[in-house]
Each structure stands twice: as C-alpha cells, then as structure tokens.
C-alpha cells in the first residue's frame, strides 16, 4: 500500500509517499520532500502565522508533483490521501487538509486525516520493528509530552508541560544570547564548548510524582543570569547554553523516568521509549535518554532526526497504519487547531471504513 502525506501544521510544507512491506514489519519513504519556511521567519523572531499559511499555499501544489516524481509513482498508484488536520495554526492546517480532500475527492480514494503528534508518536514503527504497547516522549517547538502509546488512535498522555515546551525554551534562550530562531540546534553546538557547571540553574518538578513537565522557570532564571552579566562574551554565552541544557536534560530524564512509572502501574511493561519532534535532534536529551532507558532495560528507539522535526513522510505512515486498520476520515473533517491525543481514539472523529 501506499499513502501521499502533507505536512502543514506550522513552518514546514512538506510531502511524502511511504510504503509499507509484506510481512508488516516498518515502511519505505519512497519520497519526503520538505520546504522549511524558516528564513521567512526569522526575522519576527518565530513563526507568524499568516506568513505561514500563504508560503504552504505558494508551495504545496509543486512539492505534491515531486513529491510523486521523487517516488517514481502516478497518482493512481496512490492508495490513500493523508493530511495532518492538526494541532497547529489553522490557516496552514486548512491548505494541507483541502488539498487531501481534493485530491481524494478526484481519485475516488480516501482520505485520512492524521493528528501531528499522533504521526511523531507512530515514526519509530516507521522506522523500527515496534509493538504495542510503548512510550512517546514529544518534544517540539509548540508541544511537550509523555504518551502511552496503546495502538493505532489509542493513545493516553502521561504527562505534558503545564508551561513553555521543550523547544519554546531552547529557541527563547536562544534568543536571549542574541542567535537566531529556532534555536535550538545553536544552543546544542554552543554547549559543547561551554562549562555545563558554571550556573547552578533550576530543575523544575525533579523529584515530583507523575510525569507533568514545567520548563518556565528555568528559562527565567536564564534570563536573570544574563540581565546580571549584562554584556554576554563568547564564553558567557557557551556556559549559559551549557548550563541551560544540562538542566533541561535532567528534567527530561526525571519526567520521563516518572512517564515510565506511570506507565508501568497502569500498562504492564512498555516495548521501549521512542523520541519525536524537533527537540529528539538533541544529542545531549538522546545520550542522556539512552542512559536512562540501559538503566531501565527498555528499548530506546530515536528515529533519525530529520523524521524528529515536521515531515510528510510521518503523516503519510500514520495515514498508512489507519488505513490498515481500516480508520479513513471523512471528507467533511474540519481543520482542528487544538487536537489532544487522547482524544483522537474514537472512531467517531474519524468514522471506521
Ligand atoms: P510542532 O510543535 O507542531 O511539532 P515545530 O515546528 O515546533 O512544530 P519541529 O519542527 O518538530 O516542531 O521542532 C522545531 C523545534 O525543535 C524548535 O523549537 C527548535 O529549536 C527545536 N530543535 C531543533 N533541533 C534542536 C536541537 N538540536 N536541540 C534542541 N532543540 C532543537
Ligand atoms: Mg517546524
Ligand atoms: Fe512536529
């Protein structure tokens, strides 16, 4: 079988074909083609959502045409049309979502609509021979969170931030040392150099139950670090940036330590602790994860980290795992800015096929 997923939810537009293969282990990425709107951006310091929604409009037409050149297929060889239908900014989810309908209205093929973390959550099966049930941790520009992932659309969240997300720090912080949005990858590279040690910043909700996340406060004490010093130097920046990612690091692990309780008491045993979104790219949280998950004897799955940040080829494969479920949507599926994933199980917002 294979699936064309569109990817509109916020600065990436983005088209994959994927395949699935006999025997059902994993999938092929036949084609991913992704147009990040980055430099568009940046200069506003994030994503504006007007200029994101008419850069998918400009673009999206001619990444689908090579999207099915790249994956040598025609349009009647596609099985399904896929299309993220959230969460995300609403006038960049709408241009992706028509177009999927559109175009499985011409074909006479159904349309899915995938929830975007719902395909962050799905990738490593993309990638890995995965079973159910297993851990997701999501941590992106705009979501942070722990997921018990049950089966397709069966999904229980274990945690999430009740603050900033994971990469709403780092692209914050970054901010504050003068680099560039997003950056996150800048504060990675700037780390390596820096003394991890030189500020003691906070770790906010180590040591707590559950598996809640709350990164504000840290981002605040940055903040004050910096004030005082007033004028960073080169090394002032990579300490802060050092520092800044330790702390986060060891949140990360507590929380997910405490996802992996929680998960324990109510599932039985997880098949492993797989990573999604933007901030998986982090080699930092991943060394740190793997770590954790040896110490815990659980698989870590970290798919590579261009299938971490927004790409077609994650919602294609969680269009590809619904449809083999027999889960297709229909066509009068409204666009949802806000879709938590415990909410997307029921057959009701999708309509069995
Ligand atoms: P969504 O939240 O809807 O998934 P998004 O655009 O924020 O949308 P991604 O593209 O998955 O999601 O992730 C982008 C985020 O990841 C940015 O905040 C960016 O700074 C962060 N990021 C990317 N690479 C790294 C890295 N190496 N270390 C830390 N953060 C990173
Ligand atoms: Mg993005
Ligand atoms: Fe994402």
Known sequence: MRVLGIETTCDETAVAV???????????????????????????????PEIA????????????????????????????????????LIGGVLVGLTAAKGLALALGKPFIAVNHLEAHALTARLTD????????????????????VRGVGDYRRLGSTVDDAAGEAFDKVAKMLGLPYPGGP????????????????????????????????????????????QTLTEQDKKDLAASFQAAIVDVIVDRVRGGIRLFSQ????????????????????????????????????????????????????????RL???????????????????AVASGAHHGKA
């Open 129 to 148: 021979h995965l079973e159910f049930p297993f851990i997701a941790l999501l941590v992106s520009g705009g979501h942070t969170q722990l997921v018990a």
């Open 53 to 88: 929604a008419r850069a998918h409009i400009d673009s999206l037409d001619r990444l689908i045409v090579r999207a099915l050149a790249n994956a040598k297929v025609d349009l009647k060889d596609i099985d399904a049309i896929a299309a993220a239908a959230g969460p995300g």
């Open 324 to 342: 083999k479920c027999g889960y297709t949507s229909d066509l009068g599926f409204a666009p949802r800015p806000r879709w938590p994933l415990d």
């Open 18 to 48: 994927v395949s699935d293969r006999l025997g059902g282990d994993g999938g092929d990425i036949l084609s991913n083609e992704v147009l990040s709107q980055i430099a568009q951006h940046a200069a506003y310091g994030g994503v504006v």
């Open 266 to 321: 109510s599932e039985g045993r997880p098949s492993g602790l797989v990573i999604g979104g933007g901030v998986g790219a982090n080699g930092a949280i991943r060394r740190a994860l793997t770590r954790l998950c040896a110490e815990s004897g659980l698989r870590f799955i970290s798919p590579p980290a261009n299938l971490c940040s927004d790409n077609g080829a994650i919602i294609a494969w969680a269009g590809l795992e």
């Open 186 to 229: 800048q504060i990675e590279d700037l780390a390596q150099e820096g003394d991890s040690h030189r500020f003691d910043f906070p770790r906010p909700m180590v040591g707590r139950g559950g598996a809640d996340f709350s990164l504000s406060g840290l981002k605040t004490a940055v903040r004050q670090e910096v004030l005082k010093i």
